[in-house]
């Protein structure tokens, strides 16, 4: 199980949402299969509908 703040502690040089958005699919890339959202991105520029937006970046992996 992947959960969102592992990720944004594992890279804490992320700058904005796309940046998350890139770390996620490698992860999901490494063989994750799970995610999970315990923490909101803090980013500015973090849109609304984060969640579906990474949602869908983790399954999209390629």
Same mark, same amino acid.
């Given at each position: 199980m992947l959960y969102l703040s592992k990720i944004l502690i594992a890279n804490q040089e992320? !700058?904005?949402?796309?940046? *998350?958005?890139d770390a996620?699919?490698?992860f999901a890339r !490494?063989?994750?299969m799970f *995610?999970?959202?315990d923490v909101k991105p803090p980013f500015?520029?973090?849109p609304s509908?984060?969640?579906d937006q990474l949602e869908a970046t983790?399954?999209?992996r390629y």
């Open positions: 992320l !700058q904005n949402f796309d940046e *998350l958005k996620v699919k490698e !490494q063989g994750e *995610l999970r959202f500015p520029d973090t509908d984060w969640e983790f399954n999209s």
